[in-house]
């Protein structure tokens, strides 16, 4: 099964990835989690990455698409894969087309801005395993410690209110398009289909 998870910033992708990647048993592919580890490494892709991630603003699409291709064709994608918070553009998803990704479903989770902006600020991160937490709606069994590994959790940079409505207006402008085009595909093509959650 190749899944899309399609939504904006903090609408829960990540926390329902989670359930999704487990109950199917097909690796989660998080590029937010996979730049950030870029960065902590300072890989060249992670230095690029850095400044732009920080600001809010999207990564290239050519460093994102090789990124992604690189990562599906890992042996663990071989019976299916969830993308998480790709792709994030037009581009992205005519590249997916154009190189013939097949996508069995688009699952779009719709949560209202102001919700969104009530929600990161309680947003807490275990860094190495991108396990997402919420102070109040998801709280780890022991105050900003993960449940799994017992490391502490981090509030990411980019979670900031300022920063998320920046995220917020870029997921409006270059991400929303997407809701279009994978509805418009999955009326022509019923190999793709598309489903709408409220988050
Ligand atoms: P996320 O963890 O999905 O919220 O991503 C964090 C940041 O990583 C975003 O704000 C972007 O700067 C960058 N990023 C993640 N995925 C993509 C993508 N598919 N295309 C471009 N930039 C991305």
């Known amino acids: 099964m190749q899944i899309i998870l399609l939504g904006a910033p903090g609408a829960g992708k990540g926390t329902q990835a989670q359930f999704i990647s487990k109950h199917l048993n097909i690796p989660q592919i998080s590029t937010g989690d996979m730049l950030r580890t870029a960065v902590a490494k300072k890989t060249e892709l992670g230095l690029k990455a ?10 290239p699409d050519n460093l994102i698409l090789d990124l992604v291709q690189d990562r599906i064709s890992e042996t663990d994608c071989a019976n299916g894969f969830l993308f998480d918070g790709f792709p994030r553009t ?5 590249a997916l087309k154009d ?6 479903c688009v699952i779009e989770i719709i949560v209202d801005d102001k919700e969104i902006i009530q929600r990161m600020s309680g947003r807490r991160v275990h860094s190495a395993s991108g396990r997402t937490y919420h102070i109040k709606h998801n709280p780890p069994k022991q ?19 300022e920063t998320v409505k920046k995220r917020l207006s ?12 994978y509805k418009g595909l999955s009326s022509k093509q019923s190999s793709t289909n598309y489903v709408e959650i409220s988050g």
Do not use: S, W
Request: a negative charge; glycine letters at 4%.
């Open 143 to 161: 105050e900003n410690i993960d449940d799994e590994t017992g490391e502490a959790l981090i509030q990411r940079p980019d979670d900031n209110e």
């Open 99 to 104: 190189r013939q990704i097949k996508i069995d």
């Open 90 to 94: 037009l581009e992205q998803a005519n």
């Open 50 to 59: 850095k400044d732009l991630m920080e600001k809010g603003e999207l990564v």
């Open 170 to 181: 870029i997921y409006h402008e270059q991400t929303y398009p997407l809701v279009e085009f």
